[in-house]
């Protein structure tokens, strides 16, 4: 049996790349994946019976909980969806109803599908764009006179070819691009009209011209524009006829039954008080609707039936006021792995400025290097912009990782309003994030309204 799948431990080397610390998160969600790989290579009389391990993550925001999820989906090919539970309202409330999270998840996977397929296709699809636009540019081959001779028709498709190879030499060059040509573009005969289905009031996109297009033919009009822009139009409708869209719908339908993942985010804000009443008393109702989506049953998709029993469900919340040992406890055997993320320090903060590989340090950067000046942050600077956010979130609220965003864009704030002129190299240091934030941290109402 080929085991191309990667184990736990690439898993979380992965995900160490981009999310600092929450080896115990990173672990649960690593088993959680690499046990769907086993279970599609278990024996076909157990493998319907085994139940993904849905996971709740406890911790506050800004800690990696959506990160760690995103990016897990990114590595496994899988399609994801985030979600917040608190969109969502019990039948019979005017709101989203809970089966929407499962059509926006096949939505997601076809379009998924369709870019794999579609990047298999595009060479095809290139060389029948680029004969297109010879056609449009040159003319097509001459058809000849059925009395013509041997000698006339060879004489007539040499020019021709000749011709075409000068033209398609100068296309791959792009010396053409700005050339006006003129093509046919289908002619929209009927908007896209919004209805609203009787559960949950659920946006519904129908195209009148898709379900009227074997009645009537469908009406073109020609349009003028560039050599770059009718490569695009002429590439994406050669693409379209390549692509079997049976093919694409079964494979998008296959791959949220055994690999999507759904995020709900706010979990425990639909966790009610006993004693509250009011808005509060649908939110067990919003439990209860989540809970056969998330034991399995078969939702109606535009696409087909598609059924939830082998979709991963992460959720995650702060639980500041509530705990999940006060979701209904149908819905929290459902959820048997429990993971609590840890809060993030200032050591934490130093090593998400520098470490991953996107990290916020990494970006400014690259952002300044566009107008020409170096950015540099020295290992003091580094420390005391950590020790800010660390400082800032223990006095306010405290909002995890996110934190760094808004120093850092006060910090450099000047900077990249009025990048320096004639200054290739730009270092930030200890004293200067002192100077520039020290009167901010040191006013408390300031530092609540500004960081």
Same mark, same amino acid.
């Given at each position: 049996m080929k085991n191309d799948y990667p184990t736990p431990k690439e898993i979380v080397e992965h995900l160490d790349k981009y999310i600092v610390g929450q080896a115990n998160a990173k672990k649960s969600v690593a088993?959680? !994946?690499? %046990?769907?790989w086993r279970r599609q290579n278990a024996p076909m009389d157990i493998r319907h019976e085994i139940l993904p391990n849905n996971i709740i993550m406890i911790g506050p925001t800004g800690v990696g909980k959506t990160e760690i999820s995103r990016r897990l989906s990114v590595h496994?090919?899988?399609?994801?969806?985030?979600?917040?539970? @608190?969109?969502?309202?019990?039948v019979g409330y005017v709101g989203r109803d809970v089966e929407s999270m499962v059509r926006d998840l096949v939505e997601i996977s076809? %379009? #998924?599908?369709?870019?794999? #397929? @579609?990047?298999?296709?595009?060479g095809v699809a290139e060389h029948a764009t680029t004969e297109r636009l010879l056609d449009l540019l040159v003319g097509p081959m001459p058809r000849m006179k059925a009395d013509a001779t041997d000698e006339e028709k060879k004489?007539? @498709?040499q020019g021709q070819s000749a011709t075409r190879e000068k033209f398609r030499q100068k296309l791959i060059d792009g010396i053409l691009d700005d050339r006006e040509v003129e093509i046919d573009a289908p002619q929209k005969q009927f908007p896209v009209v919004e209805i609203f289905s009787p559960? $949950?009031?659920?946006?519904? $996109? /129908? %195209?009148?011209?898709?379900?009227? @297009?074997g009645l009537m033919p469908q009406k073109t009009k020609r349009r003028k524009m560039s050599v770059r822009d009718a490569r695009k139009f002429i590439l994406g409708e050669e693409l379209a006829k390549l692509l079997n869209m049976d093919d694409v719908v079964a494979e998008a339908l296959d791959r949220v039954q055994e690999s999507g993942i759904i995020f709900i985010d706010e979990i425990d804000k639909i966790v009610g008080d006993d004693g509250r009443t009011g808005p509060d008393v649908s939110r067990e109702g919003v439990q209860r609707d989540i809970l056969? /989506?998330?034991e399995g049953c078969a939702v109606m998709t535009k696409y087909g039936m598609v059924r939830s029993d082998h979709i991963l469900f992460i959720a995650a919340g702060a639980f500041h006021g509530a705990k999940p040992a006060d979701l209904i406890p149908e819905l929290q055997g459902r959820f048997p792995i429990r993971v609590e993320l840890d809060s993030l320090t200032a050591e934490d903060f130093e090593r998400i400025l520098t470490e991953p590989q996107c990290s916020l340090v990494k970006q400014y950067t690259a952002? !300044?290097?566009?107008?020409?000046? %170096? !950015?540099?942050?020295?290992?003091?600077?580094?420390?005391?912009?950590?020790?800010?956010?660390?400082?800032v979130n223990n006095r306010s609220e405290n909002i995890g990782a996110r934190r760094?965003?808004?120093? #850092? &864009? &006060?910090? !450099?704030?000047? /900077?990249l309003f009025e990048p320096p002129v004639g200054k290739r190299k730009l270092t930030i240091t200890g004293r200067t994030v002192s100077k520039t934030l020290s009167d901010i941290v040191e006013d408390e109402d300031l530092s609540r309204y500004i960081l």
């Open positions: 088993i959680a !994946l690499r %046990n769907r496994a090919k899988a399609p994801f969806i985030k979600v917040e539970a @608190s969109k969502f309202t019990e076809v %379009n #998924m599908i369709k870019t794999e #397929m @579609s990047a298999k296709l595009e004489a007539a @498709s559960q $949950g009031m659920e946006e519904m $996109g /129908i %195209n009148f011209q898709e379900m009227f @297009s056969p /989506i998330v952002l !300044l290097k566009t107008e020409d000046v %170096n !950015l540099e942050f020295t290992k003091d600077a580094i420390k005391k912009i950590a020790e800010i956010a660390e400082q760094l965003h808004t120093v #850092m &864009t &006060t910090l !450099l704030e000047d /900077i």
